[in-house]
């Protein structure tokens, strides 16, 4: 599956299976993409840059970097510290992708301009 920033100065790519999508709604995530983080994820062995031009890293905490394009400003990556696994904006993937959302986190820290998401 192949994946890039909006301008494309980042590109990806990751083999399946990739795990559905999680959806965080914390006030890091919030910030960071503008609403709320929804990714998927591969082990680093799965994953791939196959440009990474625009590619920035922010150490966002103790636990983890998270990867953006320095060109177009596109959230793309969680990387957890310790951990050998690529988290991946999923609306950063092409075209279909056959994935679906699995669980929803820090639901008590979401915008109050939405609903909860159903179960």
Excluded: N
């Amino acid at each position: 599956m192949k994946g890039s920033c909006l301008c494309g100065a980042v590109c990806f790519e990751a083999d399946p299976p990739l795990r559905d999508v999680f959806t965080c709604h914390c006030s890091q995530c919030r910030k960071t993409s503008g609403h709320f983080w929804a990714a998927t994820s591969v082990p680093h062995e799965r994953f791939r840059l196959t440009k990474d031009e625009g590619l920035r890293w922010f150490k966002s905490s103790d636990i983890a970097r998270r990867g953006f394009c320095g060109l177009c400003g596109s959230s793309l990556f969680w990387q957890p510290e310790g951990e050998a696994r690529m988290s991946i904006a999923a609306g950063a993937l092409d075209g279909p992708t056959g994935l679906k959302i699995a669980e929803d986190w820090c639901l008590e820290d979401k915008g109050d301009y939405y609903p909860t998401p159903a179960p």
